[in-house]
């Protein structure tokens, strides 16, 4: 392919010397030119996967966000856990229930669902002892239970919120 | 994600912005586009093909990992020449510094050594080295080229074979448009002087 001069040339110019110049070959590197390239190039990340790990990072960099995620993340990994303990040890109540979804429907289903997560909650209070525990104290553990999954869902959606403020105030001083 | 648009019938511009969006059929692209004059400028200005095509794979290394800094007021293909050009002067000097030292080169041990790589006063012929390139570049007109000082050759090479405008060579070499006007006609006048023996 012969590149394509880009600006006509003057009339004052010698003739015979713009001849050769024009013809002059251009030069191509070898073979595979730009893979070895690109071997040595970063490409950015689209800019929604961008976004994405551009928050990761500063919700990661932000020490007291792990104050409030960490008990979630213990939380959702014991129920992970229990879950498949039960499924485990109750396979013939997860096939019934799975009839049972099968055959009527959703609101089956959900039942199911109700009666599977009822079992799980027996399961886990029998492995706990709570069995023996007398239903105030029950509730009580409840209760504070609930209490804190609030408390750290204010303190993640405040974190979070002072987050996106400090970030914009920095947008704004750029 | 968007899909890329018909990249080859793009501008510059347009590509260089899919490229920053991530897309790399656009770092292709300009690849593709800019291989062969900026491997030509450097092959011209270093006369080793080896040497032109490692400095052609840094200065596309080095443009397009800042691509995210290139700005778009400017022309892509003004950058990109003159990152070429810079790895190729900045080589030229260093070859000169090797080679022109009045002691021969640093790690130059022995006295032959010394003596082989030292300053040869009022010698300007071409070395057997320089010879070979030269056929292998070809014609007389590219010898002619090869004599020419880097500032000359840089200038009559973006002028003549990629057809560059002066503002625009003026911005690549980073020197006043009068002077890239001068530097053009001198290397003009050289070239046709080179040149007279074979016209006739």
């Known amino acids: ?174 | 994600m968007q899909p890329n648009p018909d990249l080859s019938g793009a501008t510059d511009r347009a590509v260089v912005q899919w490229a920053r969006n991530g897309s790399e059929a656009a770092y292709r692209e300009l690849i593709r586009r800019y291989q062969r004059p900026v491997f030509s400028l450097i092959y011209r200005m270093v006369r080793d093909r080896e040497l032109a095509e490692d400095l052609t794979q840094e200065t596309f290394i080095k443009v397009l990992n800042a691509i995210d800094r290139y700005k778009p007021q400017f022309k892509f293909s003004s950058w990109i020449f003159k990152i070429a050009n810079n790895a190729a002067i900045d080589q030229l000097r260093r070859k000169e510094l090797q080679t022109l030292s009045l002691e021969g080169r640093p790690d130059a041990t022995t006295h032959d050594r010394i003596q082989a790589t030292s300053l040869q006063l009022g010698d300007t012929s071409e070395s057997p080295l320089e010879e070979v390139e030269a056929r292998e570049l070809g014609s007389a007109i590219e010898r002619a080229i090869g004599r020419l000082r880097p500032e000359y050759r840089a200038c009559i090479i973006l002028r003549h074979v990629e057809g560059r405008p002066y503002d625009e060579i003026a911005r690549i070499l980073d020197l006043p448009l009068g002077t890239v006007k001068t530097y053009i006609h001198r290397a003009r006048a050289e070239l046709q002087e080179i040149l007279a023996p074979l016209k006739e």
Do not use: K
């Open chain 1, 1 to 174: 392919m012969r590149h394509e001069p880009l600006d006509p040339r003057p009339p004052e110019e010698d003739p015979v010397l713009h001849q050769h110049l024009v013809l002059l070959e251009q030069f191509s590197p070898r073979l595979g030119f730009a893979d070895r390239v690109l071997l040595n190039v970063w490409l950015p990340l689209p800019p929604y996967l961008a976004g994405i790990r551009e928050r990761a990072q500063s919700l990661l960099a932000a020490r007291r966000i792990w104050l409030f995620a960490a008990p979630f993340l213990v939380g959702a990994a014991v129920t992970l856990v229990s879950t498949v303990v039960f499924v485990a040890t109750h396979p013939q109540f997860v096939a019934t229930a799975w009839g049972w979804f099968v055959q009527h429907g959703i609101l089956v289903a959900w039942q199911a669902a109700t009666s599977a997560l009822a079992g799980l909650l027996a399961t886990l209070l029998a492995m706990l002892g709570v069995g023996s525990l007398s239903g105030a104290t029950v509730a009580a553990v409840a209760s504070t239970a609930v209490v804190l999954w609030l408390v750290c869902a204010w303190g993640l959606s405040r974190t979070l919120r002072t987050d996106v403020l400090h970030r914009n105030s920095l947008h704004a001083q750029r």
